[in-house]
T-cell receptor, first 114, second 114 residues
Framework: EAGVTQFPSHSVIEKGQTVTLRCDPISGHDNLYWYRRVMGKEIKFLLHFVKESKQDESGMPNNRFLAERTGGTYSTLKVQPAELEDSGVYFC????????????FGSGTRLTVV | TQLLEQSPQFLSIQEGENLTVYCNSSSVFSSLQWYRQEPGEGPVLLVTVVTGGEVKKLKRLTFQFGDARKDSSLHITAAQPGDTGLYLCAGGRAGRGSQGNLIFGKGTKLSVKP
């Protein structure tokens, strides 16, 4: 089966611009998660979708970040306007509905804000 | 705030040696997952442990969850160059609505020299 796909793999934008990251989970996985790793820090949770609903968005840094999952399939994470501290690697992961057994991660999007 | 302290941060050993990586917290977790990450890729799940005192073996890798579900260890026997990579522990939070929210350690960067 295809894994979790993230696009783009890299993005370099200027401060103040907008960037949209996309994640395609494994087909049939109802749970979709976004995580972020800022340089030198641990991977941190951003939010969790169950199908199209936001189950937990307690990790979202501020209102410049907007995540959507229309139709319960792919998800987008928009950063508007981007700030320097938003630079990092953004990971998406998915799991089946009843899984507490671990997730399948995508390769990540490396975002650099200059 | 729940934290997972992972040690050591870096480990460089010769092929054939044994090693142990530790993951400690003052908080109780519902599960503990170990991942391995290669450069440019997302974390790949190795194992999930859910019961206090549980021990799981994956070839030369042995994973243990502490009795109190606050700590875990990864032991590699007779390390090989192919074991080189970043090892991450991640704790699953207890409680409804937050089970998708993993707390990650900062990782242990392992280098096994031939």
């Amino acid at each position: 089966e295809a894994g979790v796909t993230q696009f783009p793999s890299h993005s370099v934008i200027e401060k103040g611009q907008t960037v949209t990251l996309r994640c395609d989970p494994i087909s049939g996985h109802d749970n979709l998660y976004w995580y972020r790793r800022v340089m030198g820090k641990e991977i941190k949770f951003l939010l969790h979708f169950v199908k199209e609903s936001k189950q937990d968005e307690s990790g979202m840094p501020n209102n410049r970040f907007l995540a959507e999952r229309t139709g319960g399939t792919y998800s987008t994470l928009k950063v508007q306007p981007a700030e320097l501290e938003d630079s990092g690697v953004y990971f998406c992961a998915s799991s089946p509905i009843s899984s507490g057994q671990g997730y399948t991660f995508g390769s990540g999007t490396r975002l650099t804000v200059v | 705030t729940q934290l997972l302290e992972q040690s050591p941060q870096f480990l460089s050993i010769q092929e054939g040696e044994n090693l142990t990586v530790y993951c400690n917290s003052s908080s109780v977790f519902s599960s503990l997952q170990w991942y391995r990450q290669e450069p440019g890729e997302g974390p790949v799940l190795l194992v999930t442990v859910v019961t206090g005192g549980e021990v799981k073996k994956l070839k030369r890798l042995t994973f243990q969850f502490g009795d109190a579900r606050k700590d875990s260890s990864l032991h590699i026997t007779a390390a090989q160059p192919g074991d080189t990579g970043l090892y991450l522990c991640a704790g699953g939070r207890a409680g409804r609505g937050s089970q998708g929210n993993l707390i990650f350690g900062k990782g242990t960067k392992l280098s096994v020299k031939p």
